[in-house]
């Protein structure tokens, strides 16, 4: 049954009437860089996360060749880091991380993915990592450039979802020597051997998604157009016993593009999920429309423009090239703002080599307007990977970069906007996190959806705080639908401050 969805018209009221610029400013932090021959022309993500305890998010940026590096929060009225990995984090060949909470014990646990073999770290406290054991979770010798993962009904291990690139032992790749989605389904308290979605078309980015409001995620997949040549297009598995694709009959619409990223995050107030796909060429905005009944979005990328299709600033008129997409509300006017990581894949020539990151931030018509320069996170480098986050938790959304062959960037929010919320949702049971959660904050005649995920971005993913724009608010009503479906009642909050809401 379809979860209750409240309506509310999208009003401007709750809204600044005159949202700030945003402004950045960078922070200063050890060198790390991005590196590697053409198996990491992709990948180069960011898990941002809590491994200390202390409620600030720690950094563990991918290096390829290099090795991967943990950078410390060290944030006492301003953004600050210092880098200290541990062993069982310097490994070199990583791609990406995303952070969990796996065994439910309620330590954030790492999903490592590399070229070569993928690694589960288990969170030992105070920033330790260490090999699952007991898990029986095997990894061969891939090529991975996505991870998702949910929790299943009656399941007390998440569902994980590899996305594997190209076949690097094809004699006649990379051209159609694209590998398959690998998903490990939990076998009680262990994993047993993956089951490949087929085909594969060489995901760059994966997000396991309740788009229905159902109570049951399924998985949507971006994938590279440059190697799956033809028949290839973007993919959502309907998660039956047995996975499926979903068909143009039940409202999915068959889109190909050069996928590199997805964002997920209800812009429209309807209560159901818009997504922001990164490419090379042009970035699209889909709406999603709930009178199909199905997994049906509609691009509305032109009408609200968020293409970014070529570079804002500089003299190269080349298509730009999307990687890493995040929704966040950077200025906190109460309206959700898009950041998008650009970079060339390498020397590609018909691609822009210059080619600045992009800041789209919302108007109160519902557009979007690019104001990255002006905010002062116009980087030209190779951006991959990002995490847009409050780093602080001074209620400002913050940003961090990886960069191919440039040192890794990390910006301080010095805006000086509306009021906001960080709220600190913790599920009961195995799933800690409460990832497939619903949270709903009511403004005045607005309603702001955010559904806890695990995935999407590229290479690299958030887990902690969740942070709301109230605008010109200083009070909001907060409620969190569980995984289940039950929902804690309506609760009146007040701005500029962390509300925490256990099940």
Known sequence: MRREVIAFLMLPAAALADPAQP??????????????????FVGGG???????????????????????????????????FAADTPESLALTGVTGAYPLDIDGDGLLDLAVLRVGEDRLLRGLGACAFAPFEGLGFTSRDHWTTAFSATWEDGQSLPTLAFG?????????????????????RPQGEVYGAPEALEPGFCALSMLFSDWSRTGTADLRVSNDRHYYVRGGQEQMWRMEETPRLYSEDEGWRPYALWGMGIA???????????????????????VFDPETGGPTWLDATYERGTTA?????????????????????VNNDGRDDIFVA???????????????????????????????AEAGIASVARSRGAALADLDNDGRLDLAVVNRRAPLEVFANVTDGGHWLLVDV????????????VIEVKVGHTLHTREITVGGGHAGGHAGLQHFGLGAAETAELRVIWPEGAATPWQAVSANGIVRVAQ
């Not at 402004?23 to 990491?40: C, K, L, N, Q, S």
């Not at 822009?352 to 990255?372: C, H, I, V, Y």
């Open 264 to 286: 997920s995050r209800d812009v429209t107030g309807d209560g159901f999920p818009e997504v922001y796909l990164t490419s090379m060429g042009d970035q699209k905005f889909q």
């Open 46 to 80: 960011v898990a941002a996360f809590d491994c200390d305890g202390d409620a600030l998010i720690e950094l563990y940026a991918a290096g390829g060749a290099n090795p991967a590096t943990l950078f410390r929060n060290r944030s006492d009225g301003g953004v600050a």
């Open 164 to 184: 594997t690139y190209v076949d690097r032992s094809d004699p006649d790749g990379p051209f159609q020597a694209c590998d398959a989605t690998l998903l490990y």
């Open 23 to 40: 402004r950045f400013e960078p922070v200063e932090i050890a060198p790390h860089i991005y590196d590697g021959g053409w198996e990491h």
């Open 426 to 437: 913790a599920g009961a049971g195995r799933n800690t996190g409460a990832v497939g959660a």
């Open 342 to 372: 650009k970079g060339n894949v390498e020397q590609m020539p018909d691609a822009a080599m210059e080619d600045p990151n992009t800041l789209l931030m919302q108007t109160a018509t519902g557009d979007f307007r690019e104001r990255s």
């Open 309 to 329: 299709h070529r570079p804002h600033v500089g003299s190269d008129g080349r298509p730009s090239t999307g990687w890493h997409a995040a929704f966040g509300d």
